[in-house]
């Protein structure tokens, strides 16, 4: 072999295979993860040819630079049974490699692998970390499971919650970016879900916020009592008022500590943000899902297909009607859950209320009192520039639980809407809501 035959073998290995926007392939394979079956974009594009393909595990396809440690994540998530998504590099035959984001969902008797182009912002991010993961499991010897935990750290470091966040943050991406490339319009369900994740962050951060201000005016009625008796027997009511006024204060603390993590427990602000992660995934694949088995009854009737592919027609149409109805059961558990939320604001709101009208009790009294009651105005004053900032704080709170609480209704299909109205002991249906999956 000559030099330009060996430069130009290199320039072949280094190059990517192209292939066009439209175009989702799959692949089905058992539960091992042999080949099964797959649609012709994706034995054009891989190379081989389909008696390579069939029989084969489908790791004649994987590429040596894509991290063990990904494959264990996978791995680990559809043999419980739950679809999982992951940007994967591919090799052809001859060398060459195709990037995808792939949708895996288990199927009765084994897998099904729906691809799609990566484009959005976020490929080039994974591409370096990737990279990084790699060299990782070759410089240290991560175990495939040590590679997993490593990659799971580092999300978490990129600002997610765990792996599932960024898999469905991810998808989301790709299937907004997918739907702009192609010149349609935004679906209004991914648009929605991708907005109510901060709504939530926000909230949890402003409860947070709240939380801290509780804790530090835990001393003030301590403080009201030390003046109040240096004032009697003038001072008792200020007594009585302080000892009111530290038990609803413990009463709302408790009640703020039910949306923070608490002995490893995990809050309702966290079951919330994974229910919302689960329900963004789900309603990205859903649309890809439902587009590649459109795109197999196409090519099944036009005759794009070899003999037999009925079979796999059948299988995705069945995968789409999985997918529909768990979207619509997830959108609806999160419906619940932002209606939860939205409720513990209002019976905050009114806890808080109560506690005001104690601390305004505490300054009519303190006037009564006139001049005597000097050293008991600065613990008042402190008193009222913390109710200022609670007050500010929690009115955040509650427009907040009111922003999501329209973000989920309009994310969610109206059939399930409808099934939550009043007339069904649910919530208001969305006159915004989306149509059905």
Known sequence: MNIQTTASEFARKTEDVAFA?????????????????????????????????????HKVVRHSDMPKGIFHILWTRIQTGVPAGAYVKNRTKDGRYYWVYAIISPIPGGYVSVRLKPTAQVFETVVAEYAAALSAERDEGLTPAQSAQRICERLHGLGFANYEAFSASALAQEAMARDGALGRGEDGRTRCLSRLLPVIKAIEGNQIKLFQAFEAIRGIPSNMRIVASRLEPAGGPISAISQNYRLMSNEVTDHLGAFLSDGGKRSLLDSISGRIDQALFMVAASRIQREVSEAAREALVSGGERGGFEQEVDVLTSLVDGYSKTTAEVLAS???????????????????????????????????????????????????????EIDNTLEKIMEQAEDGKDLVERAMPRAVNRTLSPKHGGAIGHPRAVGVL
């Open 334 to 388: 999160v419906f619940r859950d932002v209606a939860q939320l939205r409720r513990s604001a209002k019976d905050l709101k009114q806890l808080v209320t109560g506690l005001d009208s104690i601390r305004v009790l505490c300054r009519v009294e303190a006037g009564r009192l006139g001049a005597n009651s000097a050293s008991l105005t600065p613990v008042i004053n402190q008193l009222d520039r913390f109710h200022v």
């Open 21 to 57: 926007m439209d175009e989702l392939f799959f692949s089905r394979t058992d539960e091992r993860g042999v080949i099964a079956a797959g649609n012709a974009v994706f034995r054009r594009i891989s190379g081989f040819d389909w008696d390579e393909l069939v029989g084969a595990p």
